[in-house]
């Protein structure tokens, strides 16, 4: 399985940035680094994907470790519509398989 | 982005009754689907696998013979939960992927069907 660490739970307030961290030590050279994000009683939605540079997209941005053993999420200002449990994942062309991910919740 | 939508989006049954739920792609053709399945405060967990035209491939612990998967055409895939019991109560979701960008085709998720048997 690819395996995943992320932690349990995080906490941010509305309007500041938000890193969430994940370590993925067993990746493999042609694995890309995905991320999802869920909110309750709702279907995961992708968030951002890469490889090796890191990447921006209207939602977040992925800053992806030289080695490839782990990467962080970046939320620039943290809404309450953010708040869900956030998944990373990485495969190739397997299936995702997903941890427990992180909590985040998110204060006014 | 690409949408995928389950029908129904929940559903009540009676124990010992069978149960169809549907996946489309509505904007792109998915060669590969995966059905998932989600208790309570816990993880998704992968069923199987589906490519077009070919017969399913299940995780270790999911019967093929209870929970029957169909993917006859590029834009649809079944998930049939025979003869269910409330241990099947469960939320059941499904994912698509294109299979024309390379190897980072993204999956991308339905909305799920929950799933209570009585």
């Known amino acids: 399985d690819a395996k995943t660490t992320q932690p349990n739970s995080m906490e941010s307030n509305e309007e500041e940035p938000v890193h969430l961290p994940c370590n993925h030590s067993?990746?493999?050279?042609?694995?890309?680094i995905h991320w999802y994000r869920q909110l309750p009683s709702q279907g995961p939605e992708y968030v951002i994907h890469?490889?090796?540079s890191n990447v921006n997209n209207r939602m977040a941005s992925l800053a992806i470790a030289e080695d490839r053993k782990s990467s962080t999420l970046i939320l620039h200002r943290a809404t309450l519509r953010d708040a869900a449990v956030y998944y990373c994942?990485?495969?190739?062309?397997?299936?995702?398989?997903f941890g427990s991910g992180t909590r985040l919740q998110v204060q006014p | 982005g690409a949408v995928v939508s389950q029908h129904p989006s929940r559903v009540i049954c009676k124990s010992g009754t069978s149960v169809k739920i549907e996946c489309r792609s509505l904007?792109?053709?998915?060669?590969?689907m995966f059905w998932y399945r989600q208790f309570p405060k816990q993880s998704l967990m992968l069923m199987a696998t589906?490519?077009?035209?070919?017969?399913?491939?299940?995780e270790q612990g999911v019967e093929k013979d209870k929970f029957l998967i169909n993917h006859a055409s590029l834009t649809l895939s079944t998930l049939t939960v025979t003869s269910a019991h409330p241990e099947d109560s469960s939320f059941y979701i499904c994912?698509?992927?294109?299979?024309?960008?390379?190897?980072?085709?993204?999956?991308?998720f339905g909305p799920g069907t929950r799933l209570t048997v009585l």
């Open positions: 994912s698509a992927r294109g299979g024309l960008a390379g190897i980072a085709d993204t999956q991308y």
């Open positions: 067993t990746i493999s050279g042609t694995d890309y």
């Open positions: 890469g490889l090796t």
């Open positions: 994942m990485h495969t190739g062309r397997r299936a995702l398989t």
């Open positions: 904007d792109f053709q998915a060669t590969t």
């Open positions: 589906s490519n077009e035209g070919s017969k399913a491939t299940y």
